[in-house]
C-alpha cells in the first residue's frame, strides 16, 4: 500500500542552524501538507501546497519557515534559523485532492531536537 | 481557542465492549470530519470520515455520528480489540470552495482497551 515517507526520522540541531525535512507524498496525490505536534499538545497545521506553491498557511508559518517541491517526488519543509521553541515532530501528509471529502494521509513524521 | 475539542484525555474499556470517543466543534464553517489513530512514534491514521451532508457512516467496526445542531460527534469502536489501544484525533475542515485546507485537531484521546 502506497505510504508518505519523512527523512530523517529524528533530526538534531543548534539554535540558530537550518533545517531541511524531507517528504515523499503518495505518487498521485495532488496536495501536500505539513504539520506539528509539540510534545505534549495537538497536532497542528502549518501549510498546504498545491500547484507548486502555497495553497494556505497558519499564524505558525512565519518567515522563517518554506516550502518547497524541488522536483517530482520530494516535498520539503525548510526553517531557516531554528528555536528552541521549533522542537516538535513534524509530520508531512498528501491527499488526491483537497481535505474536504478527502483523507490526509500522514508520514511517520520527523522529531526535530533543537538545542 | 480550541475550535475542535476533545474532552477526555483518557478512557479506558473492556475488550469485546463498545469505545465511544467524543469531540465537539465550535466552527460552523466546518463541514468535513475526520477520525484518526495513532500509535507512539508514528503518524496519525486515518480511520474515518463524514461530510456535513451526513449524520452517519459506517466503517466495518468504526462509525462516526455527526450531529451538526450539537456540534458534536462521536466515534463508535465495536467490539474493541486490543489493538485498537491508541490516541484518537478528531480532526475537521472548513469547505472553503477551492484549495488546500488544512485540518483543525483535537488533542486527542488516549484510548486503553483492557482484556
Known amino acids: 500500500e502506497p505510504e508518505v515517507t519523512q527523512t530523517p526520522s529524528h533530526q538534531v540541531t543548534q539554535m540558530g542552524q537550518e533545517v531541511i525535512l524531507r517528504c515523499v507524498p503518495i505518487s498521485n496525490h495532488l496536495y501536500f501538507y505539513w504539520y506539528r505536534q509539540i510534545l505534549g499538545q495537538k497536532v497542528e497545521f502549518l501549510v498546504s501546497f498545491y500547484n507548486n506553491e502555497i495553497s494556505e498557511k497558519s499564524e505558525i508559518f512565519d518567515d522563517q519557515f518554506s516550502v518547497e517541491r524541488p522536483d517530482g517526488s520530494n516535498f520539503t519543509l525548510k526553517i531557516r534559523s531554528t528555536k528552541l521553541e521549533d522542537s516538535a515532530m513534524y509530520f508531512c501528509?498528501?491527499?488526491?485532492?483537497?481535505?474536504?471529502?478527502?483523507?490526509?494521509?500522514f508520514g511517520p513524521g520527523t522529531r526535530l531536537t533543537v538545542l | 481557542d480550541q475550535q475542535v475539542k476533545q474532552n477526555s484525555p483518557s478512557l479506558s474499556v473492556q475488550e469485546g465492549r463498545i469505545s465511544i470517543l467524543n469531540c465537539d466543534y465550535t466552527n460552523s464553517m466546518f463541514d468535513y470530519f475526520l477520525w484518526y489513530k495513532k500509535y507512539p512514534a508514528e503518524g496519525p491514521t486515518f480511520l474515518i470520515s463524514i461530510s456535513s451532508i451526513k449524520d452517519k457512516n459506517e466503517d466495518g467496526r468504526f462509525t462516526v455520528f455527526l450531529n451538526k445542531s450539537a456540534k458534536h460527534l462521536s466515534l463508535h469502536i465495536v467490539p474493541s480489540q486490543p489493538g485498537d489501544s491508541a490516541v484518537y484525533f478528531c480532526a475537521a475542515s472548513p469547505y472553503s470552495g477551492g484549495g488546500a485546507d488544512g485540518l483543525t485537531f483535537g488533542k486527542g484521546t488516549h484510548l486503553i482497551i483492557q482484556p
Open positions: 501528509a498528501s491527499s488526491v485532492r483537497r481535505s474536504s471529502y478527502n483523507e490526509q494521509f
